[in-house]
């Protein structure tokens, strides 16, 4: 009642959704005014939530085209992931030098979104001399974990502690992504959009306490060429080994990378906005 409440007084002339529970409500709400509504899915394998709204919906639009067969009719659309729009122009040198980054050694980035990811920065932290004896290192911690990198990092000595970049947030990740030669990171919905516009390989490791949404955006990617899937009960195991074979191996790594710039859909945000404005 409220959402219905909420859709007679704005009075939109089209609703974009992206699914979540708390969408629900008022893409029917739109739906019982009439007006029309169109509803993106981000991930590859769509939640009930869009399945919900993807009913209702005027027009449904996909990252990838594997998605179609979630939906019947002919109302769906592939426009890709959208990125920021800062991301266009970007590149290794500029990333690199905003970073203080060596320009030629190679460059891995890890993270685990804004809040980190626990599991990620602790399997980093077993192996960090032998991999920053590899690479660059750029580690966007999280908060939580913060405050126990930083002193992991005053202890190292002074060589490594110049290739081991860390920061507990960064607001310009861009950079962070254009100087990058490999990333680890969990299989959010992003991966499907700023990995293939960057051209970077990636370590994937899905979170495992949620929804299988991620382990299907990282297996579409790994069977793709573009990533390696790691489980996260084995990532300490297994992290070191990878990233050494990566790491060591260039032809490798630039195929991984080819392989997500032939998924790039760097448009999709002009696709999207399109397709909302003729709806409204």
């Known amino acids: ?107 891995l980035l890890v993270m685990g979104g804004s809040r980190g990811a626990r599991s990620l920065n602790r399997a ?18 999280g908060e939580l974990d913060w405050s126990w990198v930083s002193e992991l990092r005053e202890r190292l000595p002074g060589e490594l502690r110049g290739r081991y970049h860390t920061f507990s947030y960064l607001h310009d990740i861009g950079y962070a992504l254009a100087a990058a030669d490999l990333v680890v990171c969990r299989a959010g919905a ?12 990636a370590v994937l490791v899905p979170y495992p306490h949620a929804w299988r949404y991620q382990r299907v955006n990282a297996e579409w990617l790994t069977d793709r060429g573009a990533a390696v899937t790691l489980e996260d009960q084995r990532l300490e195991r297994e992290l070191l080994p990878t990233l050494q074979q990566l790491l060591t191996d260039r032809e490798l790594l630039k195929h ?3 392989r997500a710039s032939e998924l790039s859909q760097p448009d999709a945000a002009v696709r999207l906005a399109q397709i909302l404005l003729t709806l409204a």
Do not use: W
Not at 190 to 201: C, V, W
């Open 1 to 107: 009642m409220l959402a219905y409440r909420l859709a007679r007084r704005q009075r939109p002339s089209a609703v974009f959704a992206t699914g979540g529970y708390a969408s629900v409500p008022v893409a029917l709400a739109a739906a019982a005014r009439r007006v029309p509504i169109l509803v993106y899915l981000p991930d590859i394998e769509p939640g009930l939530a869009v399945r919900v709204i993807a009913r209702v919906a005027a027009r449904v639009a996909v990252t990838v085209r594997d998605s179609q067969e979630y939906f019947a009719g002919k109302k769906v659309v592939v426009t890709g992931y959208p990125v920021r729009a800062e991301f266009v122009g970007l590149d290794r040198e500029v990333g690199r030098r905003a970073l203080g980054l060596a320009p030629h050694d190679p460059v």
């Open 124 to 141: 980093l932290g077993d192996v960090l001399k032998p991999v920053l004896q590899m690479a660059q290192v750029v580690h966007l911690t």
């Open 190 to 201: 992003s991966t499907l959009g700023e990995l293939p516009f960057f051209g970077l390989g």
């Open 256 to 258: 991984m990378g080819d």
